[in-house]
């Protein structure tokens, strides 16, 4: 079944001069129809500017479509009375950590999404030590989060969302403001999440290491789709990306470049030890 | 400089006082407040001292940072203990030029002293065993009847919390961005009064718009997980007078009564 179902979908954003006058507008998103099934890692990848995180903000409900339809559980986001229901199946992880936790202590940060809905305290309880748990961030509940690590901090962001028992979580550009260390930390949680629990995950990003594990992957440039697949797909095409503006993983990037000079590797290498692999091969030969 | 504020920091350990009803530890400190204007002598201050003493060991906070919300009241002390020692009419004791200073202004300053002292660190021992969430969880219970009156308790209470969580982050951002102007050559510290308020221009412009564009994404950030005001919700750790909150209540009267009698017998 679809979880996330959009088509024809546009969004247009309306630039207004100091006097308030419309000016003109802008075409953030154009013409986009997607499908995303129940269970599935998707990654939208894009420059700055592609509209994807606007893309994003429409799987649950912040921004409506000004043509085309977004179904989220197959409820219509323009639906007034629906808003809520689809919040709670679509939840939403954002960029910078300090600007969406709004507790201020770990625990009852998690609790806010759950008080909200109006689950019964006992259930609270129960929820928030399930999603701290599943994000490894357990033994943390008792913190400040302003002591806390970026990564930390944006697993405490997922935790919270978790604990809203969504059927699909929408993260944009979540490893944004993060070292590399607290990068890996929010993948990994990420993955855990969509292998383990089962939750449908849309990955927003422009780091394409971070892409390798999706299921599929749909680059978004000007507001259209450009290109779409999973990553071994998408990767195998790197003039078409760098056309694009993204970079490509050095691994992939290296074993493109020794392949234009004659070495026979296959296409669309993904990781280190993929890399590392197939030159065996070739040297064992 | 900007790290001395400790109002609104929660210092985090466990005690019996962290573990109290936040509605206790209120209507506990403004008893207390309101027990220090009571009565004027020396005895029945004592006692206050003393008693607030006792709560401050059993809640486990060091003392230090207690003290440390003093500072910022520092002047406000100065002034008053002038006012008094000079404008207070009575016996004199010196006379220098046009000032006088009484027996009475004397007795009033080193009251007033004793008072503000302690009527900050009671309260400071409030905002360091209480999280700001428990707090305005508190206040809006206790300020609920006011809802019937059209009063927005829990859109009041929200906003105090949000704003008591962003307070630090704030006071980061404030300390990047001064560093930033520094470096660039700003001078916040020389010159006259008129001088420096200029100088805190370009450090506000960019704090105010970095505080607008956080709201914003907070205001998001709420609406994505739900938030819809104060109807329907429940409570993550909803309010419920336990044994020691009584007991809590119990000490707070016997301090009362032994204060009152104190004040009337001595």
């Not at chain 1, 202590?105 to 998690?110: A, F, Q, R, T």
């Not at chain 1, 691994?251 to 392949?259: C, I, K």
């Not at chain 2, 029945?44 to 003393?50: K, M, R, S, V």
Request: neutral net charge.
């Amino acid at each position: 079944m679809d979880i996330i179902e959009a088509k024809e979908v546009s969004f247009e954003y309306v630039r207004r001069d100091e006097e308030g006058n419309v000016e003109g507008t802008t075409r953030a998103v154009d013409h986009v129809s997607l499908d995303i099934r129940q269970g599935e890692f998707i990654a939208i990848l894009g420059h700055n500017g592609s509209g994807k995180s606007t893309l994003a903000k429409h799987m649950n409900a912040i921004l409506c479509p000004t043509e085309g339809t977004v179904w989220v559980d197959g409820k219509d986001t323009r639906q007034e009375s629906e808003i809520w229901n689809i919040r709670q199946s679509a939840g939403m992880v954002f960029q910078n950590p300090d600007n969406q936790i709004i507790g201020q202590v770990v625990e009852e940060d998690v609790g806010f999404g759950p008080e909200n809905m109006g689950v019964p305290t006992e259930e609270i309880w129960e929820r928030v030590e399930e999603s701290l748990k599943a994000v490894g961030m357990y033994q943390y509940r008792k913190h400040s989060p302003n002591k806390l690590s970026g990564g930390q901090k944006q697993r405490v962001s997922i935790a919270g969302v978790l604990a809203m028992h969504p059927k699909c979580i929408v993260l944009d550009e979540p490893t944004a403001m993060l070292d590399p260390n607290g990068r890996r930390e929010v993948i990994r949680a990420v993955r855990a999440l969509n292998q383990v629990e089962g939750v449908t995950v849309i990955l927003i990003t422009h780091y394409m290491e971070e892409i390798i594990h999706a299921d599929r992957v749909f680059v978004m440039d000007q507001g259209h789709i450009a290109m779409e697949g999973t990553p071994r797909e998408i990767f195998s095409q790197v003039e078409r990306l760098k056309a694009l503006r993204l970079d490509v993983p050095q691994v992939t990037l290296l074993a493109y470049e020794l392949q234009k000079s004659g070495i026979p590797l296959p296409d669309g290498i993904l990781t280190r030890e993929e890399f590392v692999e197939e030159v065996g091969k070739l040297l064992g030969k | 400089m900007l790290r001395d504020i400790t109002l609104g920091q929660y210092y985090q350990t466990d005690s019996v006082i962290h573990r109290l009803d936040p509605r206790v530890k209120l209507g506990g400190t403004l008893l207390y407040m309101i027990s220090l204007f009571l009565f004027e002598n020396i005895w029945g201050h004592l006692l206050a001292a003393l008693f607030l003493a006792a709560v401050i060991r059993i809640s486990r906070v060091p003392f230090r940072f207690m003290v440390r919300g003093m500072k910022t009241i520092l002047f406000l002390i100065l002034i008053t203990v002038t006012f008094n020692l000079f404008l207070t009419p009575g016996e004199a004791l010196v006379t220098v030029w046009k000032l006088t200073i009484t027996r009475e202004g004397v007795r009033m300053a080193v009251f007033m002293v004793i008072r503000l002292t302690l009527l900050i660190i009671g309260s400071s021992v409030m905002t360091l065993t209480t999280t700001p969430n428990n707090l305005t969880d508190g206040l809006e219970k206790m300020l609920g009847p006011l809802k019937l009156l059209k009063v927005p308790v829990h859109e009041v209470a929200m906003m105090m919390s949000i704003a008591l969580r962003f307070i630090p982050i704030l006071l980061e951002e404030t300390d990047k961005i001064m560093k930033a102007q520094m470096a660039r050559g700003a001078d916040f510290d020389t010159g006259n009064l008129i001088q420096r308020a200029k100088a805190l221009v370009p450090l506000l412009v960019p704090l105010f718009i970095s505080a607008f564009r956080r709201a914003n994404d907070l205001a998001m950030a709420m609406e994505a997980r739900c938030y819809r005001g104060g109807e329907g919700r429940t409570k993550m750790k909803p309010l419920i007078y336990r044994r020691c909150d009584y007991i809590a209540y119990l000490v707070i009267l016997a301090y009362l009564v032994c204060k009152v009698l104190a004040g009337v017998l001595l």
